[in-house]
């Protein structure tokens, strides 16, 4: 049996700034409540939001711990009342809503997946907020079905990586957008059929000569600002635009001529606000669907970087110069 200490190193911030307030500082080591599990954490992927939430702009939900973290993996070492899914001992990645920037972390454990096989703790850490995230806005909103045509702006993200990989898994045709030559080049390593590099390229112009004029049946949005009526113009009669996020800005000058000649759908959604049972359900699609491309090296996280979490800092610098392609994580 582990023994559990009773406080652990996490990574705090007495105030919203830079990089720098992210420091280490010794916590209580969190409790499992009813239906949830406690994990001591091999790694923690580090997500834009971080970064917002760092900077004072995103703040953990009602309820959520103050450390950030929104992923992670690691071993089960103790279980709540009625938690029974997970045995001790059992490796796990999970999705929260704050907390896995530590030692250990809670999670309810129908928010918790088993760590795939084949994969590395540290590729574990790297899966849920992505895959989460595209699974819930590209196949659940976006309704993306194989043959379809599917553009992913910011294709050398997190997110972008994990969009490419899953529309290709499951038969699309995938444009992605990024901002060099070489994040274009590994998106295509990752099995976009064309990359636009939108800094040299007009991506509406290029994708719609790469769809034979007829425009993209589904775009994922984490830009905004400019990109919505320039998403409008692009998408093809029927399409549909999910935004999740707006790196650009939320406010724009849009020509809602096309949302209804065109009969678009633009919807969007965030996931940390929602419930543990929408999670769950999440996952549990998640389980079925994804969980076997993983264990079949199908798919997997790209990771960029590695620091160990007391460099939580120099982390949240590295994604803020958007240098990387694919994933940061965190190691414990
Ligand atoms: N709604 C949700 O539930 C949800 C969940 C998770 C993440 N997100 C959002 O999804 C986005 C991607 O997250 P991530 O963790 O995958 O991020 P990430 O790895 O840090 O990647 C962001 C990339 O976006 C591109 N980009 C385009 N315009 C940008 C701008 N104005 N400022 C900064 N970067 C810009 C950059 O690459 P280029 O060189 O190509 O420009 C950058 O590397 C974030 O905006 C995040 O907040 C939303």
């Not at 928010?111 to 850490?125: C, D, Q, R, V």
Request: net charge neutral.
């Amino acid at each position: 049996m582990t023994s559990i200490p009773e406080t652990m190193t996490a990574i705090g911030m007495a105030a919203p700034g830079g990089p720098d307030v992210l420091r280490p500082e010794t916590r209580p080591v969190p409790k499992p409540g009813p239906g949830q599990i406690l994990v001591a954490v091999a790694a923690a992927g580090v997500n834009r939001p971080d970064v917002l939430q760092r900077q004072g702009g995103y703040n953990p939900p009602p309820g959520a711990s103050d450390i950030p973290g929104l992923e992670f993996a690691g071993t089960v070492v103790a279980q709540g009342e009625g938690a029974n899914r997970f045995a001790i001992g059992a490796t796990v990645c999970a999705l929260v809503a704050g907390g896995g920037y530590a030692d250990y972390a809670v999670v309810d454990e129908s928010n918790a997946l088993p760590a795939p096989k084949g994969l590395t703790l540290t590729e574990a850490g790297a899966i849920p907020e992505t895959f989460f995230t595209v699974w819930t806005n590209v196949f659940q909103r976006g309704r993306l079905q194989a043959g379809e045509s599917f553009l992913v702006h910011g294709g050398s993200s997190g997110i972008g990586t994990t969009a490419i990989q899953l529309a290709k898994a499951f038969g699309a045709t995938v444009i992605a957008t990024a901002g060099s030559e070489d994040k274009c080049a590994a998106c295509r390593e990752l099995g976009a059929d064309h990359a636009i590099n939108y800094r040299t390229e007009d991506f509406v112009a290029a994708a719609k000569a790469m769809t034979g004029g007829r425009g993209t049946d589904l775009i994922l949005d984490m830009v905004g600002g400019d990109y919505i009526d320039r998403n409008y113009e692009l998408a093809a009669d029927q399409g549909r635009i999910v935004q999740i996020a707006f790196l650009n800005g939320p406010k724009a000058t849009v020509n809602f001529s096309r949302l209804m000649l065109k009969r678009l759908t633009h919807t969007g959604s965030t996931l940390r606000p929602r419930t543990v049972p929408e999670k769950a359900a999440i996952a549990a699609e998640l389980h079925a669907k994804v969980w076997p491309l993983l264990e079949a090296g199908r798919c997997k996280p790209l990771i960029h970087a590695t620091f160990p979490l007391a460099q939580a800092a120099e982390a949240h610098r590295l994604m803020e110069s958007s240098a990387h392609i694919g994933k940061i994580v965190l190691t414990v």
